[in-house]
């Protein structure tokens, strides 16, 4: 099999759970606090190496007992945290999230991974290594280590999660693009949306997939995938699931695709399994700890 490398964001999440939002100068007891590993990229290594693919990450956290925590859990997930940088000055990455009854209000201070660059300890690149990235750390850092990568002949997948204006230079070096449905109306420049006919979704893949990447995949929560590539459409149903908290599902539904392409998989097949492993998270809380295991996984795509 061959390696994972995770490119991207840690973050700790810091949740505050009240009955309601505290007024301007107010003080409100009483709130609930839990804290959790989190970012895109920390989710989505965790979510490769337990469907049981050899994963490392690299990043930036910060000098602090955040940071620490970080690469310990990392550690303990069985994924290599060695080229996570620490950064001299800059602060681990928090996102604040105060949920009051059905409503959250977030807010991120990415700290170090905004300082993410080329020159931190990235793995080098091997021939059948498979890459991965998001959003959450810059983009012209994620565009020089997937040139790199797919110089050294390896495979590369980016999540454009959350959306920004991606370089062009990181379209071309992108073999396999996931976005949600509302990404990719931002990255299309297309009114679109999950619940669209299928050839309105493709045509706005198609789109993308004309500025590089060799697949495209657009996730659409309940409505499952649609896939786009020189072979045509591929439409994949989600399996059904008894939905809990989908909040971590797109990074699942990444961390499995590059874990099945690292075990030999096509995207098409890969994105089968793919699909099954996203509906047993969207079944237990949080966003790492829900991440599955391949056993559950298996028995997901025996189901009819
Ligand atoms: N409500 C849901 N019911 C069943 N499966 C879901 C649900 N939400 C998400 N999923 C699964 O997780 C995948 C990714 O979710 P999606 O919402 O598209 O990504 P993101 O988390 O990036 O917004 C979906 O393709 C689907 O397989
Ligand atoms: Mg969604």
Redo the contacts with the bound molecule.
């Keep these: 099999m061959s390696r994972v490398v995770v490119c991207g964001s840690l973050n700790i999440d810091l949740a505050l759970t009240s009955v309601r939002r505290p007024a301007v100068g107010e003080t409100l007891l009483g709130a609930q606090f839990a804290l959790s590993p989190g970012g895109k990229g920390l989710n989505q290594a965790v979510a490769a190496a337990r469907l049981g693919a050899r994963t490392a990450m690299t990043g930036r956290v910060g000098r602090d007992p955040f940071g620490r925590a970080l690469k310990a859990f990392l550690r303990l997930e069985g994924v290599d945290a060695k080229p996570v940088k620490t950064d001299p000055t800059a602060a681990t990455g928090v996102a604040l999230i105060q949920i009051a009854g059905r409503d959250n209000a977030i807010t991120v201070a990415s700290g170090a991974n905004a300082y993410f660059r080329t020159a931190d300890a990235a793995p080098r690149p091997r021939a059948g290594d498979v890459w991965l990235a998001q959003a959450e750390t810059p983009l012209a850092t994620i565009a020089r280590l997937f040139t790199e990568a797919r110089r050294a002949g390896a495979r590369t997948i980016l999540n454009l999660?959350p959306f920004a204006p991606p370089p062009a230079s990181l379209l071309l070096a992108t073999e396999i693009l996931v976005v949600?449905?509302?990404e990719l109306a931002q990255a299309s420049g297309r009114r679109v949306g999950a619940h669209d006919p299928v050839p309105r979704i493709a045509r706005a893949c198609a789109i993308l997939r004309a500025r590089g990447p060799e697949v495209v995949i657009a996730?659409?929560?309940?409505q499952?995938?649609v896939l786009v590539d020189g072979a045509g459409t591929l439409v994949l149903p989600?399996?059904?699931?008894r939905?809990v908290d989908?909040t971590?599902?797109?990074?699942?539904?990444c961390g499995a695709l590059a874990a099945r392409l690292a075990a030999g998989d096509s995207p098409r097949t890969a994105l089968r399994y793919a699909?099954a492993a996203?509906?047993c998270?969207?079944e237990r809380s949080g966003a790492a700890p829900s991440m599955p295991r391949p056993a559950a996984v298996a028995a997901r795509l025996r189901k009819p």
């Design positions: 999660a949600n449905e509302i996730t659409l929560g309940a499952g995938a989600a399996p059904r699931a939905v989908t971590g599902a797109g990074d699942c539904l699909l996203a509906s998270s969207v």
